[in-house]
């Protein structure tokens, strides 16, 4: 049996990375524009025949939010379009699951080109992501964390090595995978419902049906009565879970989050951390958390990924066989803690 259509990546947090960027947004027509003027060495979006951006670069100027686009793994040519696929079949699929059983992320490896030559980020990466599991990436500032779920997300190619689910190459897989960033980067002059529909009026949804996945997605992270607020209303607390429902509203099999609490003071962290538990218990998706935090870690984590840095390789693998909900201040989490800060400090 050969592999499914190649699906669409949803981008919570979109990030620039252009010296010189104006980006547009049309909401009448719910589409997203970008001019690139110059640029500081990366590539800017790849725009397809039928003039829809496919892909945007990380990280620099300015911030925009809720971006689809096709999956940069798959070929232009051989990319499914929202002109290709009538609005029954998009609702549909808004609204459905296909879910997976493993990701194999297979001796990857990604490298950099820059003005001293080539740069080796990251090498010889090899491991599992179970279906269903919450799995957490750690290590110390610049080990690639970062880089390894640009990866799996779609916005980088890897320059050696594979990634497969259920046995098909990630770009081919139809699996759709939403992303959270640190930064929410909300449309101010968008509701918190608005900015959570604005994906799915991308995708052509009907109205109703918007309106009927956005209230259902922000009364699972808990804003139903803030559905009608602006983001200037809300506080950082209450902006990331819009950022996480919005997400959530394109029901994605992956879930992927980049330190999305790591500008909250800590009791905020902790009830986005447990809200995160919530969600697992919900929906059983599977997330892969990166984290500074051991701690955060050892809280949410099915099993952790340590990670190294210079090139970036795999230390070592725990899993945190603890019941849910976890008690922070018992001794054997304190115990995880401490085996995971122990492998984070041996010397590469």
């Known amino acids: 049996m050969g592999c499914p259509d190649a699906g669409w990546t949803f981008i919570a947090n979109a990030r620039m990375s252009w010296g010189g960027v104006r980006h547009t947004a049309s909401e009448s027509r719910a589409r997203l524009t970008f001019e690139p003027k110059g640029g500081s060495g990366q590539r800017p979006a790849r725009w397809s025949k039928d003039g829809r951006v496919d892909r945007i670069e990380m990280l620099g100027v300015g911030s925009m939010s809720t971006l689809l686009g096709r999956d940069p793994g798959a070929p232009v040519a051989n990319r499914p379009t929202m002109n290709d696929v009538p609005t029954n079949e998009l609702a549909t699929r808004a609204t459905s699951r296909r879910g997976f059983a493993r990701i194999r992320i ?15 980020a990251m090498e010889d990466i090899s491991f599992n992501i179970e ?3 919450i799995l957490c990436l750690v290590g ?16 980088v190619a890897p320059t050696q090595g594979r990634i497969e689910v259920d046995g098909c190459e990630v770009g081919w897989s139809g699996l759709r995978r939403g992303v959270v960033f640190q930064e929410y980067a909300l449309f101010p002059w968008r509701t918190a419902r608005r900015n959570v529909e604005f994906g799915l009026e991308v995708r052509r949804l009907p109205p109703a049906q918007r309106t009927e996945i956005a209230q259902r997605a922000l009364e699972q992270v808990g804003l139903t009565d803030f559905a009608d607020f602006y983001p200037h209303r809300l506080s950082g607390g209450m902006r990331q879970r819009v950022a996480v429902a919005r997400a959530l509203a394109f029901d994605p099999d992956l879930m992927l989050m980049d330190e999305p609490f790591a500008a909250l003071d800590e009791e905020m962290r902790e009830e986005l951390q447990g809200l995160v538990i919530k969600l697992w218990r919900e929906t059983r998706k599977t997330f892969v958390y990166v984290t500074h935090s051991v701690q955060e870690a050892v809280y949410l984590a099915d099993r952790v990924i340590v990670l190294t840095r210079n ?13 849910r909900p976890r008690d922070r201040l018992a001794d054997e989490f304190h115990a995880y803690v401490k085996s995971l800060v122990r492998l984070i400090r041996q010397q590469n």
């Not at 297979?106 to 080796?120: A, F, K, Q």
């Open 131 to 133: 279906g269903g599991e």
């Open 106 to 120: 297979e001796h990857l490896g990604i490298s950099y080109d820059t003005p001293n030559g080539r740069l080796t």
């Open 311 to 323: 090139p970036t390789r795999v230390r070592g693998v725990i899993t945190v066989d603890l019941p």
């Open 140 to 155: 110390p500032s610049g080990c690639g964390k970062s880089s390894l779920l640009n990866a799996l997300s779609g916005f």
